[in-house]
């Protein structure tokens, strides 16, 4: 049985956001790992937000999908 950490920096989910939407970054997170190691203020906010989905779906996903998309056009990644 192995443990499975996923790194996940700002780059890879603009990357990913940009590509193919809110929902494969949400599923990035939280699908297949057992620890995250995060690195960027990007990255860790996305986080935070994801405890938004467990009580508000909606908004938490229109969050997550604001806060990538504003880090997304002041980096010009």
């Known amino acids: 049985m192995g443990f499975h950490k996923r790194y996940i920096d700002d780059e890879q989910v603009i990357n990913i956001y940009r590509r193919n939407g809110c929902q494969a970054v949400i599923d990035w997170y939280q699908k297949g790992n057992d ?3 995060l690195s960027g203020p990007l990255a860790e906010t996305v986080n935070t937000l994801l ?3 467990e009580h508000d779906r909606v908004r ?3 969050r997550i999908s604001e806060t990538i998309s504003n880090a997304s ?3 010009g990644i």
């Open 35 to 37: 620890a995250l190691i």
């Open 73 to 75: 056009i002041k980096t």
């Open 60 to 62: 938490g996903w229109n």
């Open 51 to 53: 405890n938004i989905l």
